[in-house]
């Protein structure tokens, strides 16, 4: 008899793919057989990590793709400790003009950091084969976090009822492996929540308590295995917090305290971590009711929670960004422009969610005025390329500007330029396996991968293998 996490999965596959469970099964035997002949011990595996909700992801932030539908667009409001709505960093830099201009400077001389060790993850598809995953993540990578994310919803049928049959084997081969282990948790079952809209990612449970319980039960069960806990994710968009009344800051950071005094009343050596917020750049309220916002900028969010006190309530500021079509060094308003490029917006658009840089930066001078030195994880990071691959996905026409060479250069210096800023704990790259995991160039997660759509190393994989971890 099938276990209900299968089950699951096969729903799940449904509903975002359109395809029954029976093809993936068979995309994962034939790239089995492809993927053992591949160098560098790549393992190929069909199926989608059902777990996951990052079927969208952060592939695509909400200015790249103005058009939502049941929206309206609204200016994007300002923060108040910010003039003008942007952060304007005192030292931009240029991009380099070549891989060897982009090496950084001595690794040595970087102090350490207050908080500890800078760590170094990476997200996985971990469900299928997690030994041999977590195998590639230590051995192969030289990484020592790895990020999965936990699917409440999709995996508790009744009150008390949780199916942990896929997630197991994932924490256990990693906690074997020697890997820390980062869970980011979302959703709210069905039996917990009256609000439906049509297709939500996730949505959190009528009564915030309930998910504080479902923590510890989850705390309890994978005791001393657990050492990074991402409370939500992506909170500003409805697609990740759909509910009657729209996003809002203030009941995300009730959600945050409940669980934070459920984290560390069970384990208080736990990190735990801020939603990471989507890079928008804009606000959209629904048109059927336009008091209901569905999209925030990602800045007034960040915002309205340090003025809800959810600094109060961390140990690390969740972050997300996936550096588009722009170098990770580069300010949005430096005036970098590539003129080859087929996708326009951060250059006819400037604005600083197309910048990595100024929106890490953007948070952590927010969260310094706020008199907090709370550093950043950030959960998602990477750079899309289709270079080999027969098609990309609809919307992500910023993956056809970015080669595979400069996918592994601007994956290994945002690591660096992680460690110096000196403001960073966690970073996890997006990501090492949904390319060949996904089965199709057109999910949106595939350019980011590691490795190609027959599970053989990209560049980026040697390059993120051969990069120093500076601790």
């Not at 790249?64 to 923060?79: C, E, H, K, V, W």
């Not at 907090?372 to 998602?380: G, H, K, R």
């Not at 992680?418 to 390319?435: C, E, I, K, P, T």
Request: proline share 7%; hydrophobic share 40%.
């Amino acid at each position: 008899m099938q276990s209900p996490f299968l089950q699951n999965i096969g729903d799940i596959f449904s509903r975002l793919r359109g395809r029954a469970l029976i093809v993936a099964v068979v995309i994962w035997v034939v790239l089995i057989g492809i993927a053992l002949s591949c160098t560098f011990g790549v393992f190929s595996f069909g199926g989608k990590d059902a777990p996951s909700a990052q079927v969208v992801g952060t592939a695509t932030p909400v200015n790249a793709n103005p058009t939502i539908m049941g929206a309206t667009q609204q200016p994007a409001s300002a923060p108040t400790t910010n003039a003008g709505g942007f952060i304007t960093l005192s030292t931009p830099t240029t991009v380099p003009s070549s891989a060897n201009d982009a090496t950084p400077g001595p690794t040595s001389s970087i102090t350490p950091l207050s908080w500890g060790e800078f760590g170094y993850g990476i997200a996985a598809h971990s469900i299928y084969l997690p030994e041999e995953t977590m195998q590639q993540v230590k051995d192969q990578l030289g990484l020592t976090w790895i990020k999965q994310q936990i699917r409440w919803d999709h995996f508790s049928a009744e009150p008390g009822q949780m199916d942990w049959s896929g997630y197991d084997p994932v924490i256990n081969a990693a906690n074997a492996k020697g890997l820390k282990v980062m869970l980011s948790v979302v959703g709210g079952p069905d039996w917990a929540r009256t609000y439906y809209d049509n297709n939500p990612e996730a949505a959190p449970p009528d009564d915030l308590t309930l998910f504080a319980q479902f923590l510890g039960e989850m705390i309890d069960r994978y005791q001393g295995k657990i050492h990074a806990i991402e409370v939500w994710n992506e909170q500003n968009l409805d697609r990740e917090w759909d509910n009657a009344e729209g996003v809002n800051a203030t009941r995300y950071v009730e959600l945050l305290r409940l669980a934070y005094q459920a984290i560390k009343a069970r384990d208080p050596n736990i990190i735990v971590i801020s939603g990471a917020l989507s890079p928008t750049g804009s606000n959209f309220t629904d048109e059927a009711n336009p008091n209901r916002v569905t999209v925030m900028d990602d800045f007034t969010y960040f915002q309205q929670m340090v003025d809800a006190g959810f600094l109060n309530y961390v140990d690390c500021i969740g972050a997300h960004h996936n550096g588009i079509n722009m170098p990770p060094d580069v300010t949005w308003n430096e005036g970098y422009n590539d003129p080859t490029a087929q996708y326009r917006g951060p250059f006819d658009n400037p604005h600083h969610s197309w910048s990595f840089k100024s929106t890490l930066w953007g948070y952590h001078e927010m969260a310094q005025n706020a008199g907090y030195s709370t550093p950043l994880c950030i959960t998602e990071f990477g750079w899309a390329t289709a270079e080999g691959f027969e098609g990309y996905p609809p919307g992500f026409e910023f993956a056809l500007d970015n080669t595979l060479a400069e996918q592994a250069l601007w994956d290994v210096q945002a690591f660096q330029l992680m460690r110096q800023w000196g403001f960073v704990h966690l970073a996890f790259l997006w990501n090492l396996d949904y390319s060949v995991k996904g089965g199709s160039v057109t999910d949106p997660n595939a350019p980011y991968s590691l490795v190609d759509m027959s599970g053989a190393p990209r560049p980026a994989f040697g390059a993120i293998a051969e990069m120093p971890k500076v601790p």
